[in-house]
């Protein structure tokens, strides 16, 4: 059986604008999730379904680009 050819994934850059400090357990756990540590850091991520609700659960925290 031949092999798929994958699909180049498109990614998405993320940065924090607001500090999760204070926000509820689930949302800072969201932002690790994508890769963020710390303030005005912005992470290339890859366009997946879970990578975009991650995103949109904290879309109060990021802004995204791409």
Request: proline share 6%.
């Amino acid at each position: 059986m031949p092999k798929k050819k994958e699909q180049p994934v498109a990614h998405i850059q993320v940065t924090l604008v607001k500090s999760p400090i204070g926000s509820i357990e689930a949302h800072r756990a969201s932002v690790r999730g994508l890769g963020i540590r710390r303030m005005h850091q912005t992470v290339e991520v890859k366009n997946t379904p879970e990578n975009r609700g991650m995103i949109n659960k904290v879309r109060h925290l990021v802004k995204c680009e791409g």
